[in-house]
């Protein structure tokens, strides 16, 4: 019983009219039980002291000011905050909205994500919401933020 009252709220969104959203959490583990390294996540200087040297590996790839950041200030409680409610939005996501649309109204089989009043899928997401304001972030604003190139094999 306990369990499915749990999994009745974790589905459980509320939407304030245009865009306040209150997200339920999508974990079981507390944000206290989350452990966050923000001191040197790459230590560049140690490892060319133990004779790994790939300063000029990372720069010619443009990633220096990637590790810039990586270095700079972390949000502690922010990422936690991430971490517990976020979901990611991808094909199979995507797919399963489809399903549940066509649940509710077997006319919609067949039709297009448009036309069943959903928006059409375009790329992988992130979602989650800070201080009720739904975000997302996606490959391009990662590699924007990382003043990098969103193209490439990986």
């Known amino acids: 019983m306990a369990e499915s009252s749990y999994n009745q709220l974790t589905a459980l969104q509320i939407d304030f009219g245009t865009g306040y959203v209150i997200k339920p959490k999508t974990m079981t583990l507390s944000k206290e039980e989350l452990k966050v390294q923000v001191e040197s996540p790459v230590d560049f200087v140690a490892l060319r002291r133990h ?75 992130i979602r989650f919401a800070v201080i009720g304001i739904r975000v997302t972030i996606t490959e391009d604003i990662v590699a924007r933020a990382a003043r990098c190139s969103s193209f490439g094999k990986f």
């Open 51 to 125: 004779g790994v040297d790939i300063v000029n590996y990372m720069m010619m790839q443009e990633l220096d000011r990637y590790f810039g950041m990586l270095n700079g200030p972390s949000y502690k409680e922010l990422v936690k905050d991430l971490w517990v409610r976020e979901e990611v939005y991808d094909k199979e996501a995507a797919k399963y909205e489809e399903f549940e649309k066509i649940s509710g109204d077997p006319s919609l089989k067949g039709k297009t994500r448009v036309e069943m009043g959903l928006q059409e899928f375009t790329r992988t997401e």
